[in-house]
């Protein structure tokens, strides 16, 4: 018979298989669990494939889209040529008769009447238009020139008219740049030049634009390869005198202004230069017409980055104007930017408060740059509508308060009374100025030194060597106390003896009291 085991033993058997079940267990347990996020792992990267593939597709279809696109705009482009080329051939032929009819009227005008007033006063619209389209008619550039920048204040007019009136040119491209190229791109006036003509540069460039439109195809602009040419040597030469000009920052915001619509206008912009095109823009930031200039100068995909330069520059208003050009008001919220620009305006003014420099008129200088900023702000918010976002109410009670601020009077400089003048001098004169052959600054002359004398009081001539001088006038003569005496100023009563320059010493160590046109006759 075998033996019966031990009961202990059996216990001691059990222990360890119970432990190795619940290793088993929790090694399943582990084994389910890294299999369930294995599994998730790889059914993420086939979603995440799947994504990526449709992504390329929908690209890929939407570049095909493009491409056609592009291909059926350029066959749509080559089939208007021969259209848009007869319709400048005969726009062409109605400007030519259209300038002969005109030159005829005014040789008819001027034999009917001699000498015709050609510049005469322009005082309404009519006479606006006739005046300009007669330049454009006779390829007048030099004389259109002269008429605009003349008429600064009709520049509404201008604007209005302009267009129509450069449709008469023969070549309005070419009539353009010989009409700018008195200031641009170098201003030929040298040192004599006046006012900064910018305004008219922009103004003529902005209007031949719609000059240049293809009537056929609006997107195209009707160019010639000679006019283009001659832009792109005027550009260069601009580019050149910004160079000789120190850089950006040394060059006028309305020059600038005028190369950037230069450019556009001529449709000669180089992606090579497009950096120089946003250091311009940023530069001149302020300007309203920036932001459109940006985009079209294809600076698009940089207007995030620019319009986070201009914030960290402080001019958070220019960055509101931007964000609304190109459509990023959601990256960039107006209303925070505006309340930043009137927090740095407040510290700006409070700094003017603390400067010793502007004592006495310290309040009144920093209530005119919060005044500038409030002002800005209010306009912003009404030209674009945040008046739920950001109420004016508040800002335009400031401005009131800030409007009643008025500069210091300054206090008038009292002059004291002669303290060389004593009482106890019988004649009533002044005294002698105390070290008066110390002056470093005295008079010099040619003639030989002249004899020194010394004056009496007792008696107002020189001795008898020398020719008494003219009885002085009346008012010298009699001197009442309360005139020689007074401890205020003396009236000025003498205005027809002019006194002598102040480095000229005094007569013989004298006080000032003969007139100075005795002095030749001194010498002779």
Same mark, same amino acid.
């Given at each position: 018979?075998?033996?019966?085991?031990?009961?202990?033993?059996?216990?001691?058997?059990?222990?360890?298989?119970?432990?190795?079940?619940?290793?088993?267990?929790?090694?399943?347990?582990?084994?389910?669990?890294?299999?369930?996020?294995?599994?998730?792992?790889?059914?993420?990267?086939?979603?995440?494939?799947?994504?990526?593939?449709?992504?390329?597709?929908?690209?890929?279809?939407?570049?095909?889209?493009?491409?056609?696109?592009?291909?059926?705009?350029?066959?749509?482009?080559?089939?208007?040529?021969?259209?848009?080329?007869?319709?400048?051939?005969?726009?062409?032929?109605?400007?030519?008769?259209?300038?002969?009819?005109?030159?005829?009227?005014?040789?008819?005008?001027?034999?009917?009447?001699?000498?015709?007033?050609?510049?005469?006063?322009?005082?309404?619209?009519?006479?606006?238009?006739?005046?300009?389209?007669?330049?454009?008619?006779?390829?007048?550039?030099?004389? =259109?020139?002269?008429?605009?920048?003349?008429?600064?204040?009709?520049?509404?007019?201008?604007?209005?008219?302009?267009?129509?009136?450069?449709?008469?040119?023969?070549?309005?491209?070419?009539?353009?740049?010989?009409?700018?190229?008195?200031?641009?791109?170098?201003?030929?006036?040298?040192?004599?030049?006046?006012?900064?003509?910018?305004?008219?540069?922009?103004?003529?460039?902005?209007?031949?634009?719609?000059?240049?439109?293809?009537?056929?195809?609006?997107?195209?602009?009707?160019?010639?390869?000679?006019?283009?040419?001659?832009?792109?040597?005027?550009?260069?030469?601009?580019?050149?005198?910004?160079?000789?000009?120190?850089?950006?920052?040394?060059?006028?915001?309305?020059?600038?202004?005028?190369?950037?619509?230069?450019?556009?206008? =001529?449709?000669?912009?180089?992606?090579?230069?497009?950096?120089?095109?946003?250091?311009?823009?940023?530069?001149?930031?302020?300007?309203?017409?920036?932001?459109?200039?940006?985009?079209?100068?294809?600076?698009?995909?940089?207007?995030?980055?620019?319009?986070?330069?201009?914030?960290?520059?402080?001019?958070?208003?220019?960055?509101?104007?931007?964000?609304?050009?190109?459509?990023?008001?959601?990256? =960039?919220?107006?209303?925070?930017?505006?309340?930043?620009?009137?927090?740095?305006?407040?510290?700006?003014?409070?700094?003017?408060?603390?400067?010793?420099?502007?004592?006495?008129?310290?309040?009144?200088?920093?209530?005119?740059?919060?005044?500038?900023?409030?002002?800005?702000?209010?306009?912003?918010?009404?030209? $674009?509508?945040?008046?739920?976002?950001?109420?004016?109410?508040?800002?335009?009670?400031?401005?009131?308060?800030?409007?009643?601020?008025?500069?210091?009077?300054?206090?008038?400089?009292?002059?004291?009374?002669?303290?060389?003048?004593?009482?106890?001098?019988?004649?009533?004169?002044?005294?002698?100025?105390?070290?008066?052959?110390?002056?470093?600054?005295?008079?010099?002359?040619?003639?030989?030194?002249?004899?020194?004398?010394?004056?009496?009081?007792?008696?107002?001539?020189?001795?008898?060597?020398?020719?008494?001088?003219?009885?002085?006038?009346?008012?010298?003569?009699?001197?009442?106390?309360?005139?020689?005496?007074?401890?205020?100023?003396?009236?000025?009563?003498?205005?027809? $003896?002019?006194?002598?320059?102040?480095? $000229?010493?005094?007569?013989?160590?004298?006080?000032?009291?003969?007139?100075?046109?005795?002095?030749?006759?001194?010498?002779?």
């Amino acid at each position: 018979m075998g033996s019966i085991p031990d009961p202990g033993e059996l216990s001691e058997l059990t222990q360890p298989s119970f432990d190795d079940f619940q290793r088993q267990t929790s090694l399943m347990t582990s084994c389910t669990l890294l299999w369930k996020e294995l599994s998730d792992h790889f059914s993420s990267l086939e979603q995440h494939l799947l994504h990526k593939s449709e992504a390329l597709n929908r690209k890929i279809r939407s570049l095909d889209n493009q491409t056609n696109e592009s291909l059926n705009l350029l066959r749509h482009r080559e089939s208007t040529l021969d259209d848009a080329l007869q319709i400048a051939l005969r726009d062409i032929d109605n400007r030519t008769e259209a300038a002969l009819a005109a030159l005829s009227r005014v040789q008819a005008d001027d034999v009917a009447d001699g000498d015709g007033d050609g510049d005469g006063e322009v005082d309404n619209g009519d006479g606006l238009m006739m005046k300009l389209k007669s330049f454009c008619l006779n390829m007048d550039s030099l004389g =259109f020139w002269g008429f605009v920048i003349g008429k600064k204040k009709e520049l509404e007019g201008l604007r209005a008219e302009m267009p129509d009136a450069l449709g008469e040119c023969i070549d309005p491209a070419k009539f353009v740049l010989e009409a700018i190229s008195e200031v641009f791109p170098v201003d030929k006036r040298g040192d004599k030049g006046g006012n900064d003509l910018g305004w008219a540069c922009v103004l003529v460039l902005e209007s031949l634009v719609p000059v240049m439109v293809d009537p056929v195809l609006k997107s195209r602009m009707l160019v010639t390869p000679s006019v283009k040419e001659l832009a792109k040597d005027v550009a260069e030469k601009w580019k050149v005198s910004l160079e000789e000009r120190g850089g950006v920052e040394n060059v006028k915001t309305p020059d600038v202004h005028t190369f950037l619509q230069h450019l556009v206008t =001529f449709g000669i912009v180089d992606s090579d230069d497009l950096q120089l095109y946003r250091k311009l823009v940023i530069a001149s930031a302020w300007r309203k017409h920036m932001p459109k200039l940006a985009l079209s100068l294809g600076l698009s995909n940089q207007m995030p980055d620019m319009i986070e330069e201009l914030i960290s520059k402080g001019q958070q208003l220019d960055a509101v104007h931007f964000t609304f050009e190109v459509g990023l008001v959601d990256k =960039f919220p107006p209303v925070p930017l505006l309340k930043s620009f009137l927090k740095d305006a407040k510290k700006v003014a409070t700094s003017i408060l603390e400067d010793p420099n502007n004592a006495g008129r310290a309040a009144y200088l920093a209530a005119r740059k919060e005044q500038s900023a409030l002002k800005s702000v209010i306009k912003c918010i009404e030209e $674009y509508n945040l008046e739920a976002e950001f109420p004016p109410e508040n800002l335009k009670k400031r401005l009131e308060q800030l409007e009643k601020v008025k500069p210091e009077k300054r206090k008038q400089i009292v002059v004291p009374a002669n303290k060389r003048t004593r009482a106890s001098n019988s004649n009533g004169g002044p005294m002698p100025p105390a070290k008066a052959g110390r002056l470093t600054n005295a008079y010099v002359s040619s003639f030989p030194a002249a004899p020194t004398f010394v004056r009496s009081p007792s008696h107002g001539q020189y001795p008898a060597a020398l020719p008494p001088y003219p009885s002085p006038p009346h008012m010298y003569g009699s001197r009442s106390p309360s005139y020689a005496y007074s401890p205020e100023p003396a009236p000025a009563i003498a205005a027809s $003896y002019p006194a002598p320059p102040m480095n $000229y010493p005094a007569y013989g160590s004298y006080g000032n009291v003969m007139a100075p046109t005795y002095q030749q006759a001194y010498y002779r």
